[in-house]
């Protein structure tokens, strides 16, 4: 797909549309013929005879149409850049900073891992003509303002790379805790987030945070078994059952993200990595975890993404490793913020705090107005058992 | 590919009076800007605009020509000047863009140019 992308001159819908017929082809011939020696050579060909048909069949062409079939007409292919280069040169095309930060990650979606418009549709939940008519949109956009299929050169790699990274961690996030909807994981967006990840890294191994977001993924998606039970309510991690935890993606991740630091240009997926590696590889359970580490982690952390959310996840830490009360300080003078009191999880981190305090009637408030601000029905449901256990115990 | 670069600055009253030492500042800039592109090849026209006070708008409605007395929308911003530069795509252009003196105290718009089939 990157490749025919880049053949055609960019243009993602003629590509998507040879690629197509290239495959329908294969489906017709390759069980009577064989499947050739080059499938990847094979379609790539097939695709650009395909676009050139297409190419030829429409009546009105623009001057980028005739530019592209005199590069598809000519002996000589443009120069030959490897399939990983193109793949590379897509993403980058569909993570642009000139599309909108909302569309990238569709998009991505649909030009690189190959996802229909109804299944992004479904993971966006909105109606399949809605993402269809964003998606065409931002073909659109690329075609017309000409944003070009390439790799960024290495002075505009680090504000570029940022985009890209973004994109690959929110498709994770939309599938490791969906923002809307019935089920609180999406299993199919965590792997493609993840397979994306292995490709940059594979494609750009000297950069420490594409190393440091493969890292963070893997360790994330190494407890997701954990994550629901068998009604698919949300179990939080010091409950969870460290037994279920996939030992080979820990490994795999600490040990990239230790590699990764060793390099000595930290990043704030790195430190969300090496976060992650702290509870990953406490398997004793929560007693067994280096709070006092992740507390100096989230507190290094602060320096990239000075947030009240980083700030109260390092109060809690700051509780595990100091007591509930130290814990405690440092998310009150958070509520006070207007923003974050829209933030379901600041009161439930509250509330957990105050019910370990045994102040149980404040905690009750708190689980309450979590409640109030419509958390996933997953999480809705956790809420409402701990607001039942310190009801029932005052 | 060619595309059109509008350059939006601050609107009359906080614009430097013409001669003074800042605005022969900002002339000085935006020279410097436009010689890198005409250096750089991709120059195809540039001009600064007179104020907005000195446009006149027309629209057709209903067979009838109508003229209004200055810009066509009221913005905060006012285009001040443009240019025309051909580019190899979008990265470059936005490169030469972000060079734009305007860019720093208003803002560069990037207009493709619609390739109109011959």
């Given at each position: 797909m990157a490749t025919v992308t880049r053949l055609v001159g960019g243009d993602l819908g003629l590509a998507e549309d040879a690629v197509q017929d290239a495959c329908a082809a294969a489906l017709a011939q390759w069980?009577?013929?064989?499947?050739?020696?080059?499938?990847?050579?094979?379609?790539?060909?097939?695709?650009?005879?395909?676009?050139?048909?297409?190419?030829?069949?429409?009546?009105?062409?623009?001057?980028?149409?005739?530019?592209?079939?005199?590069?598809?007409?000519?002996?000589?292919?443009?120069?030959?850049?490897?399939?990983?280069?193109?793949?590379?040169?897509?993403?980058?095309?569909?993570?642009?900073?000139?599309?909108?930060?909302?569309?990238?990650?569709?998009?991505?979606?649909?030009?690189?891992?190959?996802?229909?418009?109804?299944?992004?549709?479904?993971?966006?939940?909105?109606?399949?003509?809605?993402?269809a008519k964003r998606l065409v949109r931002a073909k659109h956009k690329i075609r017309g303002a000409g944003i070009p299929l390439r790799v960024p050169r290495p002075d505009e790699l680090e504000g570029?790379?940022?985009?890209?990274?973004?994109?690959?961690?929110?498709?994770?996030?939309?599938g490791h805790m969906a923002t809307g909807g019935e089920r609180l994981v999406r299993g199919e967006l965590c792997d493609t987030a993840v397979r994306l990840a292995r490709a940059l890294a594979e494609l750009l191994p000297d950069e420490p945070e594409v190393v440091g977001l493969l890292a963070l993924l893997l360790l994330t998606d190494a407890r997701r078994a954990a994550r629901t039970d068998a009604r698919g309510a949300l179990v939080v991690l010091e409950e969870q059952d460290r037994r279920l935890w996939d030992r080979a993606l820990i490994a795999e991740g600490e040990a990239l993200v230790t590699e990764a630091l060793r390099r000595g240009r930290p990043g704030p997926y790195q430190l969300h990595a090496a976060i992650a590696a702290c509870h990953s590889t406490a398997l004793g359970g929560p007693a067994d975890t280096d709070w006092r580490q992740i507390a100096a982690l989230y507190g290094?952390?602060?320096?990239?993404?000075?947030?009240?959310?980083?700030?109260?996840?390092?109060?809690?830490?700051?509780?595990?490793?100091?007591?509930?009360?130290?814990?405690?300080?440092?998310?009150?003078?958070?509520?006070?913020?207007?923003?974050?009191?829209?933030?379901?999880?600041?009161?439930?981190?509250?509330?957990?705090?105050?019910?370990?305090?045994?102040?149980?009637t404040e905690a009750a408030d708190a689980y309450r107005l979590a409640l109030m601000l419509e958390p996933p029905t997953p999480e809705r449901d956790f809420i409402g058992r701990r607001l039942a256990d310190v009801a029932a115990t005052r | 590919?060619?595309?059109?670069?509008?350059?939006?600055?601050?609107?009359?009253?906080?614009?430097?009076?013409?001669?003074?030492?800042?605005?022969?500042?900002?002339?000085?800039?935006?020279?410097?800007?436009?010689?890198?592109?005409?250096?750089?090849?991709?120059?195809?026209?540039?001009?600064?605009?007179?104020?907005?006070?000195?446009?006149?708008?027309?629209?057709?409605?209903?067979?009838?020509?109508?003229?209004?007395?200055?810009?066509?929308?009221?913005?905060?911003?006012?285009?001040?000047?443009?240019?025309?530069?051909?580019?190899?795509?979008?990265?470059?252009?936005?490169?030469w863009a972000a060079t734009i003196p305007a860019a720093v105290h208003g803002s560069v718009e990037v207009r493709p140019i619609l390739e109109v089939p011959s």
């Open positions: 069980p009577a013929a064989g499947v050739p020696s080059d499938p990847h050579a094979w379609l790539v060909s097939v695709a650009r005879h395909k676009a050139l048909d297409r190419i030829r069949r429409e009546s009105r062409r623009l001057d980028k149409e005739r530019a592209a079939m005199r590069d598809l007409g000519s002996p000589d292919l443009p120069p030959a850049a490897g399939a990983g280069d193109d793949e590379l040169g897509l993403i980058f095309m569909c993570c642009h900073p000139a599309l909108d930060a909302e569309v990238r990650v569709p998009l991505t979606l649909r030009s690189v891992c190959g996802l229909t418009t109804a299944e992004i549709a479904r993971a966006f939940l909105v109606p399949e003509a809605t993402m570029r790379l940022a985009a890209v990274l973004r994109v690959v961690y929110l498709i994770f996030t939309e290094e952390l602060l320096r990239y993404e000075p947030s009240p959310v980083i700030e109260a996840n390092r109060a809690v830490a700051v509780a595990m490793s100091e007591g509930p009360a130290a814990g405690l300080v440092i998310l009150d003078t958070l509520a006070d913020s207007a923003q974050l009191q829209r933030w379901p999880q600041l009161h439930v981190a509250r509330a957990e705090l105050l019910r370990r305090l045994g102040r149980r | 590919m060619k595309y059109l670069f509008l350059f939006n600055g601050r609107a009359e009253g906080q614009m430097a009076e013409p001669g003074s030492a800042a605005w022969m500042e900002t002339l000085r800039a935006y020279q410097a800007a436009d010689a890198a592109m005409v250096e750089a090849g991709v120059m195809i026209d540039c001009a600064p605009l007179q104020p907005p006070e000195a446009a006149t708008t027309v629209r057709i409605r209903n067979g009838e020509t109508l003229l209004t007395d200055g810009p066509a929308a009221e913005i905060k911003e006012q285009l001040g000047g443009y240019a025309l530069v051909d580019c190899a795509d979008l990265d470059e252009a936005l490169e």
